[in-house]
T-cell receptor
Framework: DTGVSQNPRHKITKRGQNVTFRCDPI?????LYWYRQTLGQGPEFLTY????????KSRLLSDRFSAERPKGSFSTLEIQRTEQGDSAMYLC????????????????FGPGTRLTVL | QQQVKQSPQSLIVQKGGISIINCAYE??????FPWYQQFPGKGPALLIA?????SEKKEGRFTISFNKSAKQFSLHIMDSQPGDSATYFC??????????????FGKGTTLSVSS
């Protein structure tokens, strides 16, 4: 399967700890997005990269959150000093953009990492 | 401020019936409107999407109807099946070739199809 993969699938941590999630996009997709989804809500945009450049950040992305995509392939999302309010599903999506991309902004999502902060 | 409003929150439909989910948006700069399907424990999967230059798009049993003047769009699922039972999200975004490609999602509709 060559879809978007995310690791770990589940993470339980104690308040105040740091956590890091990894996303591997579909091969050759040049855009990578992070979203957060809480129970009963739709995904909320956090940030996105085009290749290795972080082009947009939501105001939801507090200074405790940092995302990287160092070589334009996989990405990591780190949350420092976790709080109970950070408990959510963290979703990664990828897309390909270009003049011949067809339906644009077609974002393909991974299975998500469910974070529980105790 | 919720930019995409989705209704109903939940929907129960008999097998073989038509499921209809509605969304309304506020930002006239939106120019791409996808629908996603999500099963428990899974990420959202793209079902069908439309741009505002057409009023309807059909793929199999799924149809999007788009009303630009009313700033509304809807998903119709024909011949609904128990396997369609899932949560459906509408979304919107703007300007593929401009800044801002974040998808703005509605709050979702939980569909149950009874057999």
């Amino acid at each position: 399967d060559t879809g978007v993969s995310q690791n770990p699938r589940h993470k339980i941590t104690k308040r105040g700890q740091n956590v890091t999630f990894r996303c591997d996009p579909i091969s050759e997709h040049n855009r990578l997005y992070w979203y957060r989804q809480t129970l009963g809500q739709g995904p909320e945009f956090l940030t996105y990269f085009q290749n290795e450049a972080q082009l947009e950040k939501s105001r939801l992305l507090s200074d405790r959150f940092s995302a990287e995509r160092p070589k334009g392939s996989f990405s990591t999302l780190e949350i420092q000093r976790t709080e109970q309010g950070d408990s959510a599903m963290y979703l990664c999506a990828s897309s390909y953009t270009g003049n011949l991309a067809g339906d644009y902004n077609e974002q393909f999502f991974g299975p998500g990492t469910r974070l529980t902060v105790l | 401020q919720q930019q995409v409003k989705q209704s109903p929150q939940s929907l129960i439909v008999q097998k073989g019936g038509i499921s209809i989910i509605n969304c309304a948006y506020e930002n006239t700069a939106f120019d791409y409107f996808p629908w996603y399907q999500q099963f428990p424990g899974k990420g959202p999967a793209l079902l069908i999407a439309i741009r505002p230059d057409v009023s309807e798009k059909k793929e199999g049993r799924f149809t999007i109807s788009f009303n630009k003047s009313a700033k509304q769009f809807s998903l119709h699922i024909m011949d609904s099946q128990p396997g369609d039972s899932a949560t459906y999200f509408c979304a919107a975004s703007m300007g593929e070739y401009q800044a801002g490609t974040a998808l703005i999602f509605g709050k979702g509709t939980t569909l149950s199809v009874s057999s």
